[in-house]
């Protein structure tokens, strides 16, 4: 084993960093995001800055520790680029800004590809160390974020081409004071799932 791996956890100086929150945060309906920018407005891009330093502090693993290390790298980038795509959104539909919308959509394959990526290198270390049991629940979860990431392109696309003239979710404010960072919170704001 490593030095890397006998580290002490990474602690973090934002008491409300919460990666599974981050993840499972729905794109367009953004729950816990604009939970946590009623509070500080900076909160994205200090969240961002800080995955970033730990992606550096993790770039030169020793090859004994690569499996370990491959579906954290994968997960560290797609919360950068989730909270990116989330603020480019906000930013891009208040403009109504057709370049940066139109940037919106490669930015969501993108994340859709490291979805993917994420899946394989987890589903590998999941196979190696336990069992099957209970990766079906992360496969399913993992399809329906990839598809809410099509339907950030497409609803995206539909107001590019004016068959929409608007994206309502994107105009709701947060209007709880705590949210719950557990799935059933934030894949959804129904009442029925």
């Known amino acids: 084993m490593s030095k890397l791996t006998q ?3 990474l602690t973090t100086p934002e008491k409300d960093i919460c990666a599974r ?35 550096k502090s993790i770039a030169d693993v020793p090859k004994s520790d690569e499996a370990s ?3 954290g790298k994968t997960l560290l980038n797609i919360l950068i680029h989730k909270l990116e795509l989330m603020d480019k959104l906000d930013c891009a539909y208040a403009e109504k800004n057709t370049q940066k919308l139109t940037a919106i959509s490669q ?8 979805l993917e990526e ?6 590998e270390y999941q196979y190696e160390r336990y069992n099957p049991q209970g990766f079906e629940i ?3 979860r993992i399809g329906g974020l990839k598809e809410r990431f099509k339907e950030v392109s497409l609803r995206v696309e539909e107001l590019l081409h004016g068959k929409i003239d608007s994206i309502p979710e994107l105009h709701e404010k947060a209007s709880y004071r705590l949210v719950n960072k557990h799935y059933h919170d934030l894949a959804t704001a129904s009442y029925f799932v």
Do not use: G, H
């Not at 993840?23 to 961002?48: A, C, E, T």
């Not at 930015?107 to 490291?114: M, N």
């Not at 994420?118 to 589903?123: M, V």
């Open 69 to 71: 290390f491959e579906y």
């Open 7 to 9: 580290k002490a956890p």
């Open 118 to 123: 994420f899946s394989t290198s987890f589903r």
């Open 138 to 140: 992360l496969q399913i």
């Open 21 to 55: 929150a981050i993840f499972w945060n729905d794109p367009i309906l953004q729950i816990y995001r604009k939970n946590q920018l009623q509070y500080d407005d900076q909160w994205s891009s200090k969240v961002i800055s800080r995955y970033k330093n730990i992606l």
């Open 107 to 114: 930015l969501a394959s993108e994340i859709i590809s490291e």
